[in-house]
């Protein structure tokens, strides 16, 4: 059973930047895929990026693509959210998820989720 621990989460403003970090044991993540959702109050949870344990394959959604980047560290076990440029409507909790791999990063079946970490940008 594959364990997700986010953090890295808190208070900036508008303009600035986070990084978000996501530790997972549990298995050998060979097939699978990591994934950054975020919810916002009264909104549905969304897809913001994803990556596969190997190789370069790397999605994310249109609002956060030139200010976020999602990277990997197969031996640290960690998978990384680089956030910048920061907005208010980025104001989330945001969630570490895995899953096998298949019909793309963003399709993927994202079955392991982390127990969120909250980001509030201020205006």
């Known amino acids: 059973q594959v364990q997700l621990v986010e953090s890295g989460g808190g208070l900036v403003q508008a303009g600035g930047s986070l990084r978000l970090s996501c530790v997972a044991s549990?298995?050998?993540?060979?097939?699978?895929?990591f994934g950054w959702f975020r919810q916002a109050p009264g909104k549905e949870r969304e897809f913001v990026s994803g990556i596969r344990w190997y190789g370069t394959s790397t999605d994310y959604a249109d609002s956060v693509k030139g200010r976020f980047a999602i990277s990997r560290d197969n031996a640290k076990n960690t998978v990384y959210l680089q956030m910048n440029s920061l907005k208010p409507e980025d104001t989330a909790v945001y969630y570490c998820?895995?899953?096998?791999?298949?019909?793309?990063?963003?399709?993927?079946?994202?079955?392991?989720w982390g127990q969120g970490t909250q980001v509030t940008v201020s205006s």
């Open positions: 549990g298995r050998t993540f060979s097939t699978y895929v």
């Open positions: 998820a895995a899953g096998l791999y298949g019909g793309g990063i963003a399709g993927s079946q994202f079955d392991a």
